[in-house]
């Protein structure tokens, strides 16, 4: 990291970073830890204001103000980011990695991470940090304790043929919810099962209405801090340097509070009553087997998507068991 860039003298610059959720999340130390290091790092020539759970405005309104240059920082999956560039789908491709770490390696290895912040800088949008916050989990109202159990339950989904195309070959029946209407059709047995992560369904206290969760990983969500490409163009060239290397150290911290987190939220919704579940080795293979040609079939012949989706499929495959 380049520390003490510039003088306390020179210009200063007002930045604000808004986020969607609650303050003891990961998402909310991601941004804290992004503050500090670009406060630090450019010797207070930069001042970071955070409006956190959503102050803002939804996901897309703030997505809308990084690409407007309203917003300067905004820490997301980069799948909201979709309509910008679709190849920001390609990470949330199910059966690619084996666990977090190896996630992690994958998508932060600068062969595809350098494509992949930069995928739609000439739209507004740029990526400094990128790391992987959990893999996939399955709230429940009754147990998912193995494959078969997926056989006519409605999961709620994301609105995309990844996600509801995963369901049809589990057996399930994805079904698109909003998520702030998910614990009212959860309790109301709308839909059985929500797909999410463990991290995002303890935040929200889903251990409340569903006793069970089941850690599947049949994919790995990961997380970035946009900038705003008018805020960094407004930088003097020291500053947009020291930025970019907040966002590389940025992504090596959050690995060791991500899964310190992940470990909280599972002891967490057992405390409460709840139960955590797993699938035995065979039946994981066979949710592998079917989750990995959902990618291949989706994004990987989508002539938007294809190229990035294959130069991921090499890296993972080059930074497994590593």
């Not at 009212?184 to 303890?202: E, F, H, K, W």
């Not at 579940?277 to 291949?296: I, N, Q, T």
Request: proline content about 4%; aromatic content about 8%.
């Amino acid at each position: 990291m380049a520390f003490g860039v510039g003088s306390a003298a020179a210009q200063q610059i007002n930045a604000r970073l808004g986020h969607c959720t609650a303050p003891t999340s990961d998402v909310a130390h991601s941004a804290e830890l992004t503050k500090e290091a670009i406060e630090r790092t450019s010797n207070g020539r930069i001042t970071v204001q955070i409006f956190g759970g959503c102050q803002l405005g939804s996901l897309a309104a703030m997505i809308s103000q990084i690409q407007l240059g309203t917003l300067d920082f905004f820490p997301v999956p980069p799948a909201f980011a979709v309509g910008a560039n679709r190849n920001f789908s390609v990470a949330d491709a199910p059966g690619l990695f084996d666990d977090i770490d190896h996630a992690t390696r994958a998508l932060q290895n600068p062969v595809f991470r350098d494509r992949f912040v930069n995928l739609a800088k000439d739209k507004g949008i740029m990526a400094i940090s990128v790391w992987v916050q959990a893999g996939t989990a399955y709230a429940a109202t009754s147990p998912i304790a193995k494959l078969d159990d997926f056989k006519g339950k409605k999961v709620r989904v994301l609105a995309t043929k990844v996600e509801t195309d995963l369901m049809n070959r589990y057996g399930a029946t994805g079904v698109p919810v909003d998520f702030a209407e998910l614990l009212p059709a959860l309790q109301q047995r709308t839909v059985d099962a929500a797909r999410s992560t463990i991290v995002v369904m303890g935040t929200g206290k889903f251990f409340t209405v569903t006793k069970y969760v089941t850690v599947v990983n049949d994919a790995f969500i990961p997380l970035v801090t946009f900038m705003s490409t008018a805020f960094y163009n407004r930088l003097p060239s020291d500053l947009q340097t020291a930025v970019l290397d907040v966002g590389l150290d940025v992504e090596r911290r959050m690995q060791a509070p991500t899964a310190k987190l992940n470990q909280q939220y599972e002891k967490d919704w057992t405390d409460k009553g709840g139960e955590v579940l797993r699938f035995a080795a065979a039946d994981h293979v066979e949710a592998m087997r079917r989750a990995k040609p959902v990618g291949d079939e989706v994004i990987g012949t989508n002539p938007d998507t294809q190229e990035l989706y294959g130069v991921l499929k090499e890296v993972a495959q080059k930074t497994r068991g590593k």
